[in-house]
């Protein structure tokens, strides 16, 4: 089942006897067990029949013997086992998988795992009686659609702009996104659009100079608005981390490469390939322009070069001089 799709039974009040939620990306797993503990019972109820449990300090039998527990004065009990990926063997709750109590929701949140092997009976049968929710990393075509649609969860809508600042500013940090729009919609008393300008105020970014507007200088060769952006970064190293400015320029300029590479240039087409909002396709239109491929794959190379600097595997540089030499080189291909 996909996340969505759990999260909507829940809020219907269609629930499974096993939840297992496992993968790379803790929020979804986070979101989905915050739901069940918060939402399924009542505050009353939740006194006698809620219970959570951690694996590093229990057992396969231990987990079994409470799921096996019946509700006191509900129709539910709640058993939340939380960073279960300690749980093990994880394959022995087959026991329980085969014949669950109905009226027990038992939550296996599984952190710091990639795969789970389904070929497991017990994986097959939590399939086949429960939920089981692969919680994957978002890819980068698919960040800024989250952002649009986590926005029109809290009841916001965000400009193209400001989406795109949203996400360049704080990354793929999923539960920080969540946690800034809470801080948004706690401070917009009016239902329009919400522009660039809100965002940088409510985030703590400063709305002249950021990573989004550094792109935007590199792309239209504004070399005195880059360099500008960059003395701030260097004067400001807390603004900035600098390997998530690396990043976000790589994947700029990687952007940029597939202009290049597309066979149809139209706006729609550009903004399915590259994943974003086809109001960004002219800007890279005309970085592509600027950045013929060879000057492309240059700077793809600086990048490589910059980012092996930041981590120390090039000698000791300070931060600000590894955003000066890149930004000097980027502009001077």
């Known amino acids: 089942m996909t996340y969505d799709q759990i999260l909507n039974d829940l809020k219907n009040k269609i629930y499974k006897p096993v939840y297992l939620l ?48 019946f509700p006191m004065m509900s129709n539910y009990q ?13 394959a ?6 085969e014949a669950p ?11 710091e795992t990639q795969k789970l ?71 917009v008393t009016d239902n329009s659009p919400i522009g660039a ?4 105020r409510n985030i703590g970014v400063n709305r002249d100079f950021n990573i989004f507007e550094l792109q935007k200088a590199i792309g239209s060769r504004n070399a005195l608005k880059a360099y500008q952006i960059t003395d701030y970064f ?15 320029i790589f994947d700029y300029f990687t952007r940029i490469m597939k202009v290049h590479a597309a066979t149809d240039k139209s706006k729609n087409a550009l903004a399915a ?16 322009r600027y950045y013929p491929i060879e000057k492309t794959l240059s700077i793809i190379s600086f990048l490589r070069d910059a980012d092996a600097k930041s981590k120390g595997m090039s000698g000791s540089y300070e931060d600000g001089d590894i955003y000066k030499e890149l930004i000097y080189k980027i502009m001077h291909v």
């Open 22 to 69: 496992y993968g790379e990306e803790s929020y979804f797993i986070d979101k989905i067990t915050d739901y069940i503990a918060e939402n399924v019972l009542t505050e009353q109820e939740k006194a006698f029949n809620q219970v959570v449990i951690y694996g590093r300090d229990t057992d396969v039998p231990t987990v079994i013997q409470a799921a096996r527990r």
């Open 78 to 90: 709640v058993v939340i086992v939380k960073e279960a990926q300690h749980l093990k063997p994880l």
């Open 92 to 97: 022995d709750m087959d026991v329980y998988f």
């Open 101 to 111: 109590l109905k009226s027990t929701i038992l939550v296996l949140a599984i952190k």
């Open 117 to 187: 092997d389904k070929r497991t009976k017990a994986i097959k049968l939590a399939e086949k009686i429960g939920a089981v929710l692969e919680s994957k990393k978002l890819y980068e075509n698919e960040m800024i659609r989250w952002v649009s649609n986590l926005a029109k969860s809290y009841e916001l809508t965000l400009t193209p702009d400001a989406q795109r600042l949203m996400y360049e500013h704080i990354g793929a940090d999923l539960s920080r996104l969540d946690g800034e729009m809470k801080k948004l919609r706690t401070a």
């Open 197 to 200: 300008d809100v965002v940088a």
């Open 234 to 248: 260097a004067k400001n190293p807390k603004s900035t981390y600098i390997g998530l400015a690396i990043k976000q």
């Open 273 to 288: 390939t590259l994943g974003v909002n086809p109001y960004f396709v002219d800007e890279y239109l005309t970085a592509a």
